[in-house]
C-alpha cells in the first residue's frame, strides 16, 4: 500500500518549541505519510493552533489524547522531566510512541523507560534526529572509503554565546546543555567511536547563561578501539569552530556543515620507503624533506537531506517493517554516559 493512502496518525504531546515549532513543522511537509489528528498542551492558545492549521483534535491533557482511538503514533514533545512518564502512559494505553531527546533526565530514568519498551515491544522510537544530518552521514561515508585512512580523532564542536535565561539555563527545570545539545552530540560520538567506551573524561561550566545549569560541556570519549571523540557543547564561546573536524592515518576533513574540507594522499602515488634514523640530523632540520602527493577537495553538502528525515525512517519501520536506524540500545548507552558526565559536579540533578 503506498504512502499516500496510509498515512500515519500522530498526536503531539507538547505544543511548545519542539512539538509546535518542530514537529508540526516537519510533519507539515510529509502530509502524504504522516496525518495529525490531535495535539496536547495545557496551554489553550497552543490547543488553538493545532486545531485551526491542522483541522487536530485538541486536548488539555495526554490521557486524553492517549484515549483517542484515531491516534496511532504519541509523539512526545513535553519538557524533558515529563518525558520517562508521558512515553510509558502512551505505550500502556497501546500507542507507539516517538520520545523527544533527552528519553529521561539520566540513566536510572532511562533504564525505566527501556524495562517498559521491553513489555510493549516495537513501540518506542527515539527522535535522535541528528543522526540524520546530511553533513555527519557524508563525512561517514569518506570515513567508510577509506580516503584519509585509520580515524585517530574526531572533534565535534557546536558553540554559540547566549545569555540564556528560559526554562533551558534551570536544572530543576530539566535545562542545561548536558540534556539540551548532549544527547544529539553524544550520539553522533558514539556513531564516530564505534566500538565501546573504554574511558571518558569530563568537564561542565556554567558561562553566559543566567539560570543554575551548565552552558558549557567537553567530554572525551576513548572507545576500545583506540579512537578518541572530543566534544564540546557551549553557550559561553564567543568564537566558533569547524562542526566536525576528523584526522586519520592518511588525511584529515573539516566541516561548516555547508561544505567539507578535505586532504588526503593520492593513493595512486606509491610513497617511497623511508626509516628513522638515529643520527644527528642536518643543523635546523626536522628529518627528510619530502614533498607528499596530496589532494584537496572542497564537498558541497547536501541540502536534499537533513535532521527532519528520521521521520521518513520511522514511516518505513512503522508502515514496511524495516529496522529503525536509532536502537533502543544506543539511546540507553547515549544517557549512560551524559550520566556519567555530570557525575561528581555541582549540575548533578
Not at 505519510?33 to 493545532?50: E, L, N, T, Y
Not at 510509558?88 to 529521561?104: D, N, R
Not at 521521520?311 to 548507552?333: C, H, M, Q
Amino acid at each position: 500500500m503506498s504512502a499516500t493512502k496510509n498515512p500515519i496518525r500522530v498526536g503531539i504531546v507538547g505544543l511548545g518549541r519542539a512539538g509546535w515549532g518542530m514537529h508540526c513543522n516537519e510533519l507539515e511537509k510529509r502530509t502524504d505519510s504522516f496525518k495529525i489528528v490531535a495535539g496536547c498542551d495545557p496551554v489553550k492558545v497552543r490547543r488553538d493552533q493545532v486545531a485551526d492549521k491542522f483541522g487536530a483534535k485538541a486536548y488539555a491533557s495526554i490521557d486524553k489524547l492517549i484515549a483517542d482511538p484515531e491516534v496511532e503514533l504519541v509523539s512526545i514533545a513535553t519538557r524533558s522531566p515529563d518525558h520517562v512518564a508521558h512515553a510509558i502512559k502512551a505505550m500502556a494505553a497501546g500507542k507507539m510512541v516517538f520520545c523527544e531527546k533527552p528519553i529521561a533526565m539520566n540513566y536510572d530514568e532511562a533504564k525505566v523507560l527501556m524495562k517498559a519498551a521491553k513489555k510493549y515491544p516495537g513501540k518506542l522510537f527515539i527522535r535522535h534526529n541528528r543522526r540524520f544530518e546530511a553533513a555527519f552521514n557524508q563525512i561517514e561515508d569518506i570515513i567508510r572509503s577509506g580516503k584519509i585512512g585509520e580515524v585517530n580523532e574526531v572533534k565535534l564542536r557546536r558553540l554559540g554565546y547566549s545569555r540564556r535565561d528560559d526554562w533551558q539555563a534551570i536544572i530543576n527545570a530539566g535545562g542545561g546543555q548536558l540534556l539540551n545539545w548532549g544527547p544529539h552530540i553524544v550520539d553522533q560520538a558514539l556513531q564516530f567511536l564505534g566500538s565501546p567506551v573504554a574511558s571518558m573524561w569530563s568537564d561542565l561550566k556554567k558561562v553566559a547563561a543566567v539560570g543554575d545549569a551548565e552552558d558549557q560541556v567537553k567530554i572525551i570519549l576513548r572507545g576500545e578501539n583506540g579512537i578518541v571523540v572530543d566534544l564540546e557543547i557551549s553557550g559561553g564561546a564567543a568564537i566558533n569552530e569547524p562542526v566536525f573536524s576528523v584526522a586519520g592515518s592518511k588525511g584529515a576533513l573539516t566541516s561548516n556543515e555547508k561544505t567539507i574540507e578535505l586532504k588526503y594522499l593520492d593513493s595512486k602515488v606509491k610513497l617511497a620507503p623511508r626509516r628513522a634514523k638515529s643520527g644527528n640530523p642536518e643543523y635546523g632540520s626536522f628529518g627528510t624533506k619530502e614533498e607528499l602527493p596530496w589532494i584537496h577537495e572542497s564537498i558541497e553538502v547536501s541540502m536534499d537531506v537533513g535532521p527532519d528525515c528520521i521521520w521518513d525512517a520511522l514511516y518505513e519501520t512503522i508502515r514496511n517493517g524495516k529496522p529503525f536506524r536509532v536502537t533502543l540500545e544506543e539511546s540507553l548507552e547515549v544517557m549512560r554516559i551524559l550520566t556519567l558526565a555530570r557525575k561528581g559536579t555541582p549540575f548533578q540533578n
